[in-house]
């Protein structure tokens, strides 16, 4: 079992940065693909990126460019450093952890609100 907790959600200009982070409880976290989703009410969830225990980056087409992902295995920490903010972006973000083998995301976190104000 793992267990996901975000922050680092806030209220932000557009045009401006925020860093979430995803700490994750387990001793297995460097083997885990985690990946960031958002999701927007009445919307589905949306892949927003991930990054592989090879430390693989894929981004959606939407943020690429503007928003990096990275882990720190040591900490087990992934981060999602999300700059050039749009109101578009305004999402409840989460955190992923996908087992290796799994197609599916097996753990996920509560959330963390972004909101982007223009």
């Known amino acids: 079992q793992v267990q996901l907790v975000e922050s680092g959600g806030g209220l932000v200009q557009a045009g401006g940065s925020l860093r979430l982070s995803c700490g994750a409880s387990?001793?297995?976290?460097?083997?885990?693909?985690m990946g960031w989703f958002r999701q927007v009410p009445g919307k589905e969830r949306e892949f927003v990126a991930r990054?592989?225990?090879?430390?693989?980056?894929y981004y959606a087409d939407s943020v690429k460019g503007r928003f990096t992902i990275s882990r720190d295995n040591a900490k087990n920490t992934v981060y999602l450093q999300m700059n050039s903010l749009k109101p578009e972006d305004t999402a409840v973000y989460y955190c992923?952890?996908?087992?290796?083998?799994?197609?599916?995301?097996?753990?996920w976190g509560q959330g963390t609100q972004v909101t982007v104000s223009s």
């Open positions: 990054i592989r225990s090879s430390a693989i980056t």
């Open positions: 992923a952890a996908r087992s290796v083998g799994n197609i599916e995301y097996d753990f």
């Open positions: 387990g001793r297995t976290f460097s083997s885990y693909t």
